[in-house]
């Protein structure tokens, strides 16, 4: 038999063992380059019930694609043995995420009776750290920062052992021989005790540093008002929402509404952050995300958490170990320097983490699952390309940068590294970049990047000697991106929406119609430009962009159009801003969409001071009532400029007259949703192009996706979205690599592959 599918580095050998030994079959299971071959003999209806366990009763982790089986002559087998192959160091050389503690190992720590009970470091070939623990391949304990930890007798008994469910789990331990935990408060260690001790700090409204699975934690209790403020206040973070950990489902579902499709992503053996709609008078401190309906929710994922609820309160916020804006602390050297002013005392152990990774984060939607951020779980499994490549690193964008590797038909993403505008980023970024290349044992032929000359990926690409290196524009990197996630090479309407990226023209693009396949592009279409006025710090003030897009629609009135809307400057202030919008001086043009909901949601006074990216959309996003079906009508110009200004005029004629922000917001929404698909039908008369792909930051907003695809299916459009990476700048990094391989395919002569 061979059996395909996702069967190597999932426990499924010692699987396929226990499997034959039920059922009394002999013969031997080896893993082969990508499968794993089953020699086995017996009698008939044994091997039919053998062959059915083995798809129906696979180990969590596997997948199991396709079985074949051929009949042969018995050998004359005795007993069943799992083989060493010769692909055995390709086969090792496949690092597995991370995945979260399984239910097994869950039980052991809970039984007084079982030697691993409450033991914060147990886990087993179903579960357990792996990409972060890693420090070269192959896949070994040796390895891995378990390496100093000897095995004691009875841990090396189970790892040898095929019918134990610890056979060959890397980095198995127990409390005899394994890691161990302690805590550190006021230069005073403890070990003992040390859970009860953080589950009281934390209940008298402590702010403790808990070191997780990819990094450090500041937790506190999310119910505990001043603890949560005093925790915004020492991270220097204003009003962006933190994460909550919650100790078991039902208490997620206490906090929030939850579909069965956040249920599930939840209890995924990823662990992500959920973002899910919040109730009324839960407890939970408004703090916790203020002015937000959503809360972001995880589960437990180690045993190091689970065993931690039993002295906490049952929900805690779980923000990275950072200072704002600086990359997740991980070593316990860099948590003791860097965290003592922000965290009240440490939660620490002495297995190191090898490369840091955030918590993911998705948002669940009608259609599907969104990534917000991709990162422990998910790093580093491949995406499976549509086109064949040398090797190819794509170093990403600036803002929620990840970077990209690329070889045969395969690419794998790195995780979340942040934003590249620190010095300590930086240093992550560049490390990040060498293990992951050494881990996969690879070398860049190319390298591709960004056009935008300032940004720090493309500073970094043309400092690599010795390699090629092939600029992309960010929108055709957006466009490319969905397309290769979803198999797919045809040429595509391309709706690339977010807040920036460098246009082939100088100018700041961000609301995009592209015609693109992998290769290529051209631009068929944009919003109306308007100017940024203060270039960076219209960015940051979306007051500014309210004024941009009032005087680009209404001219000189819009000064007393802002003051009737409570739109305030001092004279002084005003007239700098009005002086730079005539005459255009430090204010470039932009077509970006960002600008566009920054601007209408400071005209409706939703959200006129921005603390964090992205807050003006997700604020007016949420004032939006679903019910509303009116919208603003706004037009496509011949030349296929995007007359946005048209939606700006009616949110003002509606805002003078009194309409409700939540009527406004909606209108607003549905009125860019038809004039985007007016743009789609325009462009698809002129190309006979029915297939669209959408992507851009702001297709992390739900009322968006979700009515455009409507609206773009009912025209009969082909529409493909992001299923596996963020539609935001995260997935650049992959556009990049298959943009660059597309161009190297063209130039060798062969068609890109169909
Ligand atoms: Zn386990
Ligand atoms: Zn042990
Ligand atoms: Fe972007």
Known sequence: MRVAGVVQGVGFRPFVYRLATRHHLAGSVRNTSGSVEIDAEGPPESIEAFLGALTDEAPALARVDCVTAIEADPAGYEGFRILESQAEASASSVIPADVCMCPDCLREIGDPADRRHAYPFTNCTNCGPRFTIVQRVPYDRANTTMSGFAMCERCAAEYADPANRRFHAEPTACPECGPRIWLERDGITTESGALEAVGELLRGGAIVAIKGLGGFHLACDAANDDAVRALRDRKGRAAKPFALMVCDLGEAERLCELDEAARTLMLSHQRPIVLAAKRESTGISESVAPGNVYLGLMLPYTP???????????????????????????????????????????????????????????????????????????????????????????????????????????????????????????????????????????????????????????????????????????????????????????????????????????????????????????????????????????????????????????????????????????????????????????????????????????????????????????????????????????????????????????????????????????????????????????????????????????????????????????????????????????????????????????????????
Not at 325 to 347: G, I, V
Request: with cysteine.
């Open 304 to 754: 190091l958490h689970h065993l931690l609820f039993e002295h906490s309160p049952p929900a805690l916020v779980m923000t990275s170990g950072n200072l704002s804006e600086e990359p997740l602390t991980f070593t316990n050297a860099s948590a003791r320097a860097k965290l003592a002013r922000l965290a009240d005392a440490f939660l620490m152990y002495d297995r190191d983490i090898h490369v840091p990774c955030d918590d993911s984060v998705v948002r669940p939607t009608p259609d599907g699952a969104v990534s917000i951020r991709r990162a422990r779980g998910y790093v580093p499994n491949a995406i499976e390309i549509p086109i064949e490549c040398d090797c190819v690193l794509g170093v990403g964008a600036e803002q929620k940068n990840t970077f990209c590797v690329a070889w045969d038909r395969t690419a794998v993403p790195s995780q979340h590294i942040g934003d590249l505008d620190t010095a300590e980023t930086l240093d992550y970024y560049r490390y990040a970049i060498s293990h992951f290349l050494a881990l996969f044992g690879r070398e860049p032929k190319a390298i591709a990047h960004d056009l935008h000359p300032d940004y720090l990926s493309t500073r970094y690409a043309q400092d690599q000697p010795g390699v090629r290196l092939i600029g992309v524009q960010h929108h055709h990197a957006h466009i490319a991106a969905c397309l290769a996630e979803n198999g797919r090479t045809e040429t595509c309407i391309g709706i690339a929406l977010d807040g920036t990226g460098y246009g082939t023209d100088g100018t700041i693009w961000g609301g995009e119609i592209l015609i693109a396949d992998l290769a290529d592009f051209r631009r068929a279409g944009h919003f109306a430009q308007v100017r940024m006025p203060g270039s960076e710090a219209a960015i940051r003030d979306p007051k500014r962009m309210a004024m941009a897009y009032l005087y680009a629609a209404f001219g000189d009135d819009c000064e007393s159009i802002a003051q009737r809307f409570g739109l305030a400057w001092t004279p002084f202030e005003r007239g700098i801003l009005m002086h730079q919008l005539r005459t255009g001086m430090n204010s470039p043009l932009t077509s970006s969409a960002g600008r566009l909901f920054d601007a209408v949601s400071a005209i409706c006074g939703v959200c006129r001071e921005r603390s964090y990216e992205g807050q003006p959309a997700a604020e007016l996003e949420m004032a939006a009532d679903e019910r509303e079906q009116g919208a603003y009508q706004g037009s496509v110009d011949p030349d296929g400029q995007i007359n946005t200004l048209s939606l700006v005029r009616l949110v003002v004629e509606d805002r003078i007259a009194g309409v409700d922000n939540a009527v406004i917001s909606a209108r607003f929404h549905n009125g860019l949703v038809r004039l985007l698909a007016q743009a789609c039908e325009k462009a698809r008369h002129e190309t006979g192009i029915g297939l669209v792909a959408l992507s851009g930051g702001v297709f992390q907003n739900a009322l968006i996706l979700a009515r455009l695809r409507e609206e773009l299916a009912q025209s009969g459009f082909e529409v493909l979205v992001h299923t596996l990476m963020p539609p935001n700048d995260a997935c650049i990094s992959l556009g990049q690599v298959v943009v660059a391989a597309a161009r190297m395919t063209d130039e060798k002569g062969n068609n890109v592959c169909a």
